[in-house]
């Protein structure tokens, strides 16, 4: 079955490391996303990519890097410049840019 | 800013009634507007959609209005089920802006047995 899948569901992160969430899809989307979610607050765009070898920031991509160096993976990298990472981590895709994402289940990174 | 105000944060509903989530938005280029479910825990899933040149849509259980003078959409749930009970999105995008989704801040529903 064609789908997202996003590793680890569950990270840990000590005060100034650097930790990195996995996004896998094999839809053959072009276009891939990372949000955030915080309660009450909805999703929040962190980065997105519309080609491989291609992204761009979204509304809150400081402390954050991604990178797209194949169609299917879009990895997202926490660094210790986030100074409150603690939240639900949600990758999607779709095709041509938007129009009916389809998301990951998440993952949920907490500081410890 | 907030480009995409969504209402109420949180709606209680006994099982049958209907459910009834509001959004407002600003940008008036936006010419997609989805909805989302979901459940705890999990991502979220796309519910039903409207694009501006209609002013209602059905699936089911689920409709959309949409008004466009007035930059409003809502999600009706007719006869709510327990198996509802989930947050749910209101999103809007624009082909200008490469499609991105802005979404609401989210409504929870819980529909009572």
């Known amino acids: 079955d064609g789908g997202i899948t996003q590793s680890p569901k569950y990270l840990f992160r000590k005060e100034g490391q650097n930790v990195t969430l996995s996004c896998e899809q094999n839809l053959n989307h072009d276009a891939m996303y990372w949000y955030r979610q915080d309660p009450g607050q909805g999703l929040r765009l962190i980065y997105y990519s519309q080609i491989v070898n291609d992204f761009q920031k979204g509304d809150i991509a400081e402390g954050y890097s991604v990178s797209r160096e194949k169609k299917e993976s879009f990895p997202l990298t926490v660094t210790s410049a986030q100074k409150n990472p603690t939240a639900f981590y949600l990758c999607a895709s779709s095709v041509q840019q938007g129009d009916g994402y389809t998301f990951g289940s998440g993952t949920r990174l907490t500081v410890v | 800013q907030q480009q995409v105000k969504q209402s109420p944060q949180s709606l209680i509903v006994q099982k049958g009634g209907i459910s009834i989530i509001n959004c407002a938005y600003e940008n008036t280029a936006f010419d997609y507007f989805p909805w989302y479910q979901q459940f705890p825990g999990k991502g979220p899933a796309l519910l039903i959609a409207?694009?501006?040149?209609?002013s209602e849509k059905k699936e089911g259980r689920f409709t959309i209005s949409f008004n466009k003078s007035a930059k409003q959409f809502s999600l009706h749930i007719m006869d709510s089920q327990p198996g509802d009970s989930a947050t749910y999105f209101c999103?809007?995008?624009?082909?200008?802006?490469?499609?991105?989704?802005?979404f609401g801040g989210g409504t929870r529903v819980l529909v009572k047995p």
């Open positions: 999103a809007a995008s624009t082909k200008a802006a490469g499609n991105k989704l802005t």
């Open positions: 409207i694009r501006p040149d209609v």
